[in-house]
């Protein structure tokens, strides 16, 4: 049809009028520059200069805020399209989180779904151990669904249909929002925080900062965080930990998205240094430790609370050649297997310690795939409130 009018409904109409009240109040207080797509749902403030690094005034400030303009989240257009002009109700089949839309006339989307995590919380009472809602929801686990289990538990809570799959709602999808789970370890994140993958080094390099995919998604994207403590102990003679499932707990749960202001400034500055070393040569060193075992040095700048945003490998497997097929025995047959760990670097690495008879193995014009990470560091101050 040449014309059609979208109809949104009530519990979307509330949605946005939050975003909208979101967007108005940092521009009433003239604190334009701290906006992001990432605080609000449905109805976002993106950036709408030719370039990224185009910068305007504001009223009663003299801090210079990027251009904005109100726009609609792509996901939330796309399902009104789906819905009314295509005719595939996809809301429909993966079920909403907020039945209501009253639900919403005093409380935010955000404080909904959070208001479904609270019973679980840690009380004097009950601290609630991943087997505990196991049996509270009478999930069905194997050593297969251990993988997906907190996704399990997360449904159960939500009341979202069962599935192993990744957890998403209505809302969820139409707020492109990230479910994340952060496991603590002696108080702390176990791991860095993985958030996007470098699929090709000569495409990063081709990117300037202002336009860059990962300023574009740290720019637009919430995050929910669920956060659980793991107090298993080293299994005995071993360095890896048990995963008793009566010794993982759940902590609580919240929404998050990067500030504008660690996006642009130190987000910002280890892209450009990182990014500017690939450009020019990256350095690798070759080290053996007294077990024979190799390990691959670069120069990138190391994780810290300072540093948010760092490159380290995104691969299961270290790799410094092209791409190839290894022959290998799997149930006592050969084959062919692809080994696709390595991108093509846009300038020649620059080795240092790399013996002779290594050259093909280790060579100047591939290195182990690479993702953005945000330092573990820096996740413990956005959930440390959570533990108290």
């Not at 998604?217 to 995050?223: N, P």
């Amino acid at each position: 049809p040449k014309d059609t009018v979208l109809e949104i409904s009530d519990k979307d109409f509330e949605i946005i009028k939050q975003d909208w009240e979101k967007i108005s109040k940092l521009i009433n207080e003239s604190k334009a520059e701290e906006l992001s797509e990432g605080m609000t749902n449905y109805l976002g403030a993106c950036t709408k200069a030719a370039t990224g690094a185009e910068f305007t005034t504001q009223v009663g400030s003299e801090i210079k805020p990027k251009p904005r303009a109100y726009s609609f989240k792509t996901k939330f257009i796309n399902e009104l399209i789906n819905t009314q002009i295509i005719g595939n109700n996809h809301s429909a089949a993966i079920n909403s989180i907020v039945k209501d839309a009253n639900e919403l006339k005093n409380n935010s989307l955000e404080e909904i779904i959070i208001s479904r995590f609270l019973p679980f919380y840690p009380t004097n009472k009950k601290v609630w151990s991943q087997q505990d809602l196991i049996e509270n929801f009478k999930i069905k686990t194997n050593e297969k669904s251990q993988k997906n289990l907190n996704n399990m538990i997360i449904r159960r809570i939500l009341n979202l249909p069962k599935s192993k799959a990744e957890v998403t709602s209505e809302e969820i999808e139409k707020a492109e929002i990230r479910l994340k789970t952060i496991t603590l370890r002696d108080g702390k994140p176990k791991e860095h925080f993985k958030f996007q993958s470098i699929p090709s080094f000569e495409a990063l390099v081709s990117e300037n900062w202002e336009d860059s995919s990962v300023a574009d998604l740290l720019d637009r994207t919430k995050f929910l965080l669920l956060v659980f403590n793991d107090l298993n102990d080293k299994q005995p003679g071993k360095n890896t930990y048990e995963t008793n499932p009566e010794k993982i707990f759940f902590v609580g749960a919240k929404f998050w998205n990067m500030p504008a202001s660690d996006i642009y400034g130190p987000c910002k500055a280890v892209w450009k240094s990182d990014v500017d070393k690939l450009k020019k040569g990256v350095e690798l060193t070759y080290t053996k430790d007294s077990s024979g075992k190799v390990k691959i040095l670069n120069n990138f700048i190391k994780p810290s609370l300072e540093n948010v945003l760092h490159l380290r490998p995104g691969a299961s497997k270290s790799q410094y050649n092209a791409p190839y097929y290894k022959t290998i025995i799997e149930n006592g047959k050969e084959k062919k297997k692809y080994m696709n760990n390595s991108s093509k670097l846009p300038c020649n690495s620059k080795w240092i310690n790399r013996p002779e008879t290594e050259k093909d193995i280790y060579t100047d014009n591939y290195m182990v795939k690479q993702a953005w990470w945000l330092s573990k560091d820096y996740i413990f101050e956005q959930i440390k409130d959570l533990l108290q």
